[in-house]
């Protein structure tokens, strides 16, 4: 969803009675179970006092390159008036809706001690003024529970408002670049010779996670009915079968590496026999091979007869699709 600024009463109206819901419950846990302070708990409260700001036209006298690459940007809608709610006040507008109320720094001229840099301030704290804005929109309301917050990444470690080297998203580095300078072990993993094309620029990370957080491990997305993301791009695993193979039921990953691995077909074994038995064991029990697969086939790959590993329509034992 995108977010426009007529939108921030409702935004904040909605956003005041989910925390206000949460309260009672919350008050009946016990400590331990409390949820990791959230940026919510940051939440910046906004000086309503239009005596304290100056307006953006008065920041552009001594900054004028910033208000020149401010003028190309998407926040610079929060300085049109007509894009305005009527009654949103001057500390929803332009740079001071970032910075805070400007008088000060300005009557001090220029005195870097009386205006809101982002610097040495904690990521929550830092986010929780994006997220004043962003929190209504889908993709974003759930950073405060993201594994990136919680790990101390601010939104400007991603994101850079003035100086963004790749300006669609404002972000400070083009994807996947962006995401390899702190997951290193990630960009390994990209570079085997089985993988998802993420470096070919054919797929991004964002189609599998949001950065953003969300509700599921790894903060990974899902597709319709929560199902596997997996299945936004290969439905034809996903049947409906008239014969599941319930491996599936424990997802993909028990089977395949999602980004990259020096086993074909991305599998999580280099031999497909060593994956079959890893659940189907040779010896006896629900899961067992027959005991006439042992002899003479071996050598050969269980997927030679059992080709239709996914699920299938017309066998039991997925000999035909
Ligand atoms: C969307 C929020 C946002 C808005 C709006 C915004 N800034 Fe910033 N500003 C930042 C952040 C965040 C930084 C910290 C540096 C960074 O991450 O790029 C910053 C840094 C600065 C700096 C420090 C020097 C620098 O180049 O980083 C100045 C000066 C500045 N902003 C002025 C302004 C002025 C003037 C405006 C309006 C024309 C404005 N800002 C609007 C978020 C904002
Ligand atoms: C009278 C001139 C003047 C005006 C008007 C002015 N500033 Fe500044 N601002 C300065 C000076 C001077 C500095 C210090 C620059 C430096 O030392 O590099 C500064 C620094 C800043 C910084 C960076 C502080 C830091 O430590 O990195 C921010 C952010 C900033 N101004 C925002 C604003 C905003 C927002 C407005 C409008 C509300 C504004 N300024 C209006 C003169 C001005
Ligand atoms: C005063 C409200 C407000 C604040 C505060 C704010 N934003 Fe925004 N932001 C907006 C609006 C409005 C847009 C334009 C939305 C659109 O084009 O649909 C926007 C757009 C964006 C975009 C999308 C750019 C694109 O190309 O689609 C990013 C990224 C973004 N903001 C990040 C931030 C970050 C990071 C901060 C904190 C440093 C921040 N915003 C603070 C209102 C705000
Ligand atoms: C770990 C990196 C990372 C962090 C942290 C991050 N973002 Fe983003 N954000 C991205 C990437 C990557 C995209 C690009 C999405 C795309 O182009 O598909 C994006 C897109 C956006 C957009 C563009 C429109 C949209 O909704 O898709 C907005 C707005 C935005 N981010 C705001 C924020 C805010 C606000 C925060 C902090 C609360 C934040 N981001 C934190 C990586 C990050
Ligand atoms: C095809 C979908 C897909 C793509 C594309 C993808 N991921 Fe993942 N990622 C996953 C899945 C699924 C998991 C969970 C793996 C598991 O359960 O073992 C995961 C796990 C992770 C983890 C946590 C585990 C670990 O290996 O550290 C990180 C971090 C991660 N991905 C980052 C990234 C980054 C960065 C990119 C882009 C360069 C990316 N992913 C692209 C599907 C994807
Ligand atoms: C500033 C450093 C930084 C950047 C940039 C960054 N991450 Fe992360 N990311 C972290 C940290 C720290 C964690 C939490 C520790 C961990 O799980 O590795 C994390 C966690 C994650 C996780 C969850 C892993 C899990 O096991 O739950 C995913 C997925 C992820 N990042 C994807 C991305 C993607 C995609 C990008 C690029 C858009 C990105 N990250 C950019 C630092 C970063
Ligand atoms: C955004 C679309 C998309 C998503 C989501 C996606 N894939 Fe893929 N996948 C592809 C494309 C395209 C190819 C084949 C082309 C290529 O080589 O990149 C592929 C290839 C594969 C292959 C075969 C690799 C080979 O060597 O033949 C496997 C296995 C696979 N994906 C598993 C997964 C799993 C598991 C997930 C979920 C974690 C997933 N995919 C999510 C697009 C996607
Ligand atoms: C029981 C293990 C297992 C599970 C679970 C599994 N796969 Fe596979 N998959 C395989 C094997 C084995 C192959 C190689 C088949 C071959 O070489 O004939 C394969 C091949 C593939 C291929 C490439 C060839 C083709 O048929 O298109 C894709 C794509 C794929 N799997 C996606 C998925 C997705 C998506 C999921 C989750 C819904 C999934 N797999 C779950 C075992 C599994
Ligand atoms: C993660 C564990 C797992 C892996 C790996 C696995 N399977 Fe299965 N498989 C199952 C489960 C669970 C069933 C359902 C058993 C049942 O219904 O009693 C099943 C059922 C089957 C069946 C149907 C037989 C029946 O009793 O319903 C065949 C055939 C089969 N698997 C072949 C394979 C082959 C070939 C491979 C290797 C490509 C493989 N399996 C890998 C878990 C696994
Ligand atoms: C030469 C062909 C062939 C190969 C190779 C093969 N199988 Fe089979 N598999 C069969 C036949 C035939 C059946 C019995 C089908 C039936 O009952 O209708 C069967 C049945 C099964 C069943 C179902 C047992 C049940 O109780 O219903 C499982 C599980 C199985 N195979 C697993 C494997 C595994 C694991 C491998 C690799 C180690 C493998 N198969 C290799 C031909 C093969």
Redesign the pocket.
């Known amino acids: 969803m995108r977010f426009w600024p007529h939108r921030f009463p409702l935004a904040l109206l909605v956003c005041s009675v989910v925390m206000l819901g949460r309260v009672e419950p919350l008050g009946s846990q016990t400590p331990k179970d409390n949820p990791k302070p959230s940026a919510q708990s940051h939440k910046y409260v906004r000086p309503t006092d239009p005596s304290l700001?100056?307006?953006?036209e008065?920041?552009k006298?001594?900054?004028e390159d910033i208000y020149n690459t401010f003028a190309t940007n998407p926040h610079f809608v929060t300085t049109i008036d007509s894009k305005l709610d009527a009654q949103k006040g001057p500390e929803w507008h332009g740079?001071?809706a970032c910075?805070g109320?400007?008088?000060e720094?300005?009557e001090g001229?220029?005195d870097?001690t009386k205006?809101?840099?982002f610097?040495d301030v904690s990521p929550a704290e830092s986010s929780a003024r994006c997220l004043d804005c962003h929190q209504s929109s889908h993709e974003q309301s759930n950073y405060g529970r993201s594994a990136h917050l919680q790990s101390g990444v601010a939104c400007i470690d991603c994101h850079s408002p003035h100086h963004a080297k790749d300006t669609q998203s404002l972000l400070r580095e083009s994807s996947p670049k962006l995401c390899y300078t702190c997951h290193l072990d990630v960009r390994a993993q990209f570079v085997r010779p089985f993988h998802h094309r993420v470096n070919e620029g054919l797929m991004q990370c964002n189609d599998c996670h949001n950065p953003h957080g969300g509700f599921e491990r790894h903060q990974l997305r899902t597709v319709a009915g929560q199902d596997q993301v997996c299945y936004k791009c290969h439905a034809d695993k996903q049947g409906p079968f008239v014969y599941q193979h319930e491996a599936k039921i424990e997802g993909c990953e028990v089977c395949h590496t999602p980004h990259g691995s020096t086993n074909q077909r991305m599998l999580v074994q280099n031999q497909v026999n060593l994956l079959c038995i890893s659940c189907h064991s040779l010896s006896t029990g629900a899961l067992a091979t027959p005991s006439f697969h042992n002899q003479a086939n071996e050598y050969q790959a269980c997927t030679l007869c059992h080709t239709a590993v996914h699920g299938s329509n017309s066998s039991n034992v997925f000999f035909t699709p």
């Not at 700001?53 to 953006?56: A, D, E, L, N």
Request: hydrophobic share 20%.
């Open positions: 700001y100056v307006g953006t008065v920041c006298t001594c900054h740079c001071e910075h109320p400007g008088k720094h300005v001229g220029g870097r205006i809101f840099t610097k």
